[in-house]
Each structure stands twice: as structure tokens, then as C-alpha cells.
């Protein structure tokens, strides 16, 4: 079912942005394990022998769809109002100084400065 809610948003959200969705031999796998992890799918547990209680940690090539993915997860979590869906968005033009953390049920975060032991 969530499969399905996620690939009709991603055809709405690419359509707005006049990109065509399509799932092709180069994001297939990843579409298919972020379905299975946002789903809480018990299968993503064994394919990948992770837990689904850890967070998930996704990179990859360029244009295979990570962060329009979750996008369309933040989308999906203000439509239907799952506040289990929802969280913090970065990306890699901050990860270099910007560091959340999900501690005692709450969102951390913390700036950090650049050092000599952090490029």
C-alpha cells in the first residue's frame, strides 16, 4: 500500500517540477529499500540484515532520486499528518557543519565549526 501512495506522489511531485519519474535499472533497488524502510516493512530487516529501529543512511550516484525521495516523504507526512514520517531535511552542502541527533525522544541539533581533525 505505502508503495503505491509513494509512487503516485512521485509522479505528482515530478510533474511539477516537468521531470518525468521514471524507475529504471539505476534507482529500482533504492526505491524499492526506502518503500520497505518507511513502511516498516519486517523485509527490509532481512534482506539487509539491518534493524529498522537504526536510521537510515542513503547515498549513491547522482540523479538516482535520494533527495526528491525524501521530499516526497516530507510531503506525504504534512498530507496524511504522520508525524512518524516526518523529519529534518539536510544535504550535502551542510553536512559539513550542521549535525543532527534524534536523543530522549527529541531532534538535536548543533552547529560545529571546522577544524584541523574536521575538514
Not at 539491518?50 to 543512511?57: A, E, T, V
Not at 550542521?98 to 548543533?110: P, V
Request: hydrophobic letters at 35%; proline letters at 3%.
Amino acid at each position: 500500500m505505502f508503495k503505491k501512495v509513494f509512487f503516485k506522489a512521485a509522479q505528482k511531485f515530478h510533474a511539477q517540477s516537468d521531470i518525468d519519474f521514471d524507475v529504471d535499472s539505476k534507482n529500482k533497488n533504492f526505491l524499492g529499500h526506502f518503500c520497505r524502510y518507511w513502511n516498516q516493512d519486517p523485509a527490509f530487516e532481512v534482506m539487509e540484515n539491518i534493524s529498522l529501529q537504526k536510521g537510515l543512511m542513503v547515498f549513491g550516484s547522482c540523479g538516482t532520486g535520494k533527495t526528491s525521495s525524501f521530499r516526497i516523504i516530507q510531503n506525504l507526512s504534512k498530507h496524511y499528518q504522520v508525524r512518524e514520517l516526518w523529519f529534518p531535511a539536510i544535504s550535502g552542502l551542510f553536512q559539513d557543519r550542521f549535525q543532527i541527533t534524534f536523543r530522549n525522544g527529541r531532534y538535536n541539533d548543533r552547529l560545529f565549526r571546522k577544524s584541523k581533525n574536521h575538514p
